[in-house]
C-alpha cells in the first residue's frame, strides 16, 4: 500500500469516526433504540457496539457515510426549522400526517433501514425550511 492509499485511508476512518459520534449524539436525542441506529446506519449489532466505544475504529461503507451524511443534514434543517431544542429533537418522532408519511413519524421511515426513505424524509423535511428540490 502506498503512502497516499494509507493517508486516505486514514482520513476516510477520521471522517467516519467523527461523523459516526456526531450521528450517534442526533440518534440519541431523537430517541431511537440501538436496533433503529443499526438499522437506518445498515451497521450490524457487534459493529454498533464496537462503535459506540470506539467510533474511530469504524471502517463504514460509501452507503453509511452518505447516511450519516443525510442525518447530520436532516437534523441541520431541523435547527432552522425550530428555535426550541425540543421540538428540534422531538419532531423526528411525531406522528406525521403528511402523505409521505401517512401518520407514521418520520423516525419509524427511516427505521426501515432503506435509503430511499432516508432522503424522501430528508427532502421533505428540507422543503419545510424553503429547500429547493
Known amino acids: 500500500m502506498s503512502n497516499a492509499q494509507k493517508l486516505a485511508t486514514v482520513q476516510k476512518n477520521n471522517v467516519s ?14 430517541g431511537c433504540t440501538p436496533e433503529q441506529v443499526q438499522k437506518i446506519l445498515q451497521i450490524s449489532r457487534p459493529a454498533y457496539y464496537k462503535y459506540r466505544k470506539a467510533p474511530e475504529q469504524a471502517s463504514l ?3 453509511q457515510i452518505e447516511r450519516l451524511s443525510y442525518l447530520v443534514n436532516i437534523h441541520g434543517c431541523l435547527r432552522m426549522i425550530f428555535e426550541n431544542p ?5 419532531f423526528m418522532a411525531l406522528k406525521n400526517d403528511n402523505p409521505y408519511f401517512n401518520g407514521k413519524s418520520p423516525l419509524e421511515i427511516i427505521s426501515t433501514g432503506q435509503f430511499a426513505a432516508l432522503y424522501e424524509t430528508f427532502r421533505r423535511i428540507d422543503v419545510l425550511r424553503g429547500g429547493l428540490w
Open 17 to 30: 469516526g467523527v461523523g459516526l459520534k456526531t450521528v450517534f449524539n442526533i440518534l440519541d436525542r431523537w
Open 61 to 63: 461503507t460509501h452507503d
Open 86 to 90: 425540543k421540538n428540534v429533537y422531538g
